[in-house]
């Protein structure tokens, strides 16, 4: 069995200000991870993915999350925010056997104000 | 490309009542995902077919039923709606191997009163 792990439900940051959200999981199994993104009214949008390889990943919009096999943490941080980015943001992992089904987190709402 | 599509929008219900929502995935994509999202449980996994064979399942009950067409399009079914079914239905795409990115469509939001 896997659990996903979102250790904040909101956190605000300042516009130009840097922003990390915390995920961890569990899993017996080796899993892929990933960390999506929901816009108000819109469904998911994948921000970035690990598979293998490099413990560093980098994605769209700015954003870059850094894997951890021992701490089991898949991290996500972006130097420098805008307002835009307010959004709810999901962390998710799969199965590498059965990689159909994601399971999320809680997810954690950032809020972006000037 | 097209992305996914999901019909319709938005759904009012009364309990007891069945429902069915479509999804169609992006062209060349043969396995469809679906999801519930509800402020109380967030985002989760009901189902995924990969050509037209379920081949994922989540922990929902026997009233939530999905298929797929040879065409990759899927539709899922709800019987019996309680006013708990009242939720953000989300349906994702994707060519299937491992690994792969899930598209997501924008959801249909079905309201059970």
């Known amino acids: 069995a896997q659990s996903v792990t979102q250790l904040d439900s909101q956190v605000p940051v300042f516009e130009e200000a840097p922003v990390e959200l915390r995920c961890n999981y569990s899993s017996s199994v080796s899993v892929y991870l990933f960390w999506y993104v929901q816009y108000p009214n819109q469904g998911l949008q994948l921000l970035l993915k690990?598979?293998?390889?490099?413990?560093l990943v980098k994605g769209i919009n700015g954003f870059e999350a850094e894997f951890n096999k021992s701490q089991t943490s898949f991290h996500l941080r972006k130097p420098s925010v805008h307002i835009s980015d307010t959004a709810e943001y999901f962390c998710a992992v799969s199965r590498t056997d059965s990689w159909g089904k994601l399971q999320f987190g809680a997810g954690t709402q950032v809020v972006v104000t000037p | 490309k097209a992305g996914v599509t999901q019909t319709p929008r938005y759904l009012i219900k009364t309990r007891g009542q069945q429902v069915t929502l479509s999804c169609s995935p992006i062209?060349?994509?043969?396995?469809v995902s679906w999801y519930q999202q509800t402020p109380g449980q967030g985002l989760q996994f009901l189902f995924e077919?990969?050509?037209?064979?379920?081949?994922n399942k989540g922990n929902f009950p026997g009233r939530f039923s999905g298929r797929q067409f040879s065409n990759s399009r899927s539709e899922m079914n709800v019987s019996t709606l309680e006013l708990g079914d009242s939720a953000l239905y989300l349906c994702?795409?994707?060519?299937?191997?491992?690994?792969?990115?899930?598209?997501f469509g924008p959801g249909t939001r079905l309201t059970v009163l």
């Open positions: 690990y598979l293998s390889g490099s413990t």
């Open positions: 077919y990969f050509s037209e064979t379920q081949r």
């Open positions: 062209s060349g994509h043969r396995s």
């Open positions: 994702a795409s994707t060519p299937g191997l491992a690994g792969n990115e899930q598209f």
